[in-house]
């Protein structure tokens, strides 16, 4: 398994400014992911991030509110861009091994005034 | 589509009883299907994984792809069990979808 840390843990922001949360993994991987998770839902993916290539985003969600940066493969960055009070939530991001199961970081607990 | 249904959001059982947290899938492909948890304060983990059809923590789940269902099982409920409960479908483009998740609380 791997050993995902992120940064911030939490923040509170103030509305049309930017923030950008750091994703680690203990090892190199191929795929990274992006989550968000809003308050009392369950998790939707934002975007995979692959080394070396544009990520992935899932429908409703857009490079230009959500940019993400996938520089090696131990690391992603994902930016909430211009942020509103309906972004705060929970991001967390992930990294797939071998077999398709994901394992997950603590999460960035985000509070937009 | 994917799409995973939790029917349940809450469960509540006593300690000793049996669990059952219900999880049915939508997929017309292959799935994969995972069972993570939420314990307070902690992150998301991985509990079990049908492929490799182990029990953990006393916990159980079965693929019934007639059913399209991979419900979460545990014959003896202890309190420590009590957390978040998520089912997710793997499939196509190697991603994850998850259902709503089953708060599961476990009484004395």
């Known amino acids: 398994s791997a050993v995902i840390s992120q940064k911030p843990s939490r923040d509170i922001c103030q509305r049309g400014t930017s923030l950008t949360i750091q994703c680690q993994v203990d090892?190199?991987?191929?795929?990274m992911f992006w989550y968000r998770q809003q308050p009392g839902q369950s998790l939707t993916l934002i975007a995979t991030a692959n080394q070396g290539s544009e990520a992935t985003y899932e429908s409703g969600f857009v490079i230009d509110k959500f940019p993400i940066s996938r520089p090696n493969l131990t690391f992603s960055t994902l930016t909430v861009s211009n942020m509103s009070p309906e972004d705060s939530s929970i991001y967390l991001c992930s990294s797939k091994t071998g077999y398709n199961e994901q394992f997950f970081g603590p999460g960035t607990r985000l509070t937009v005034l | 589509a994917q799409r995973v249904t939790q029917p349940e959001k809450l469960l509540s059982v006593f300690k000793g009883a049996p669990v059952e947290l219900k999880c049915n899938y939508s997929?017309?492909?292959?799935?994969?299907l995972f069972w993570y948890v939420q314990y307070s304060r902690q992150r998301l983990q991985l509990l079990l994984r049908h492929i490799s059809r182990e029990s953990i923590k006393g916990f159980t789940a079965d693929l019934n792809k007639g059913e399209t269902s991979f419900h979460l099982k545990k014959p003896f409920a202890q309190e420590e069990d009590s957390a978040m409960y998520y089912c997710a479908l793997g499939g196509g483009a190697q991603k994850l979808v998850f259902g709503q998740g089953t708060r599961l609380t476990i009484n004395p």
């Open positions: 090892s190199q991987v191929t795929m």
């Open positions: 997929y017309s492909g292959s799935p994969e």
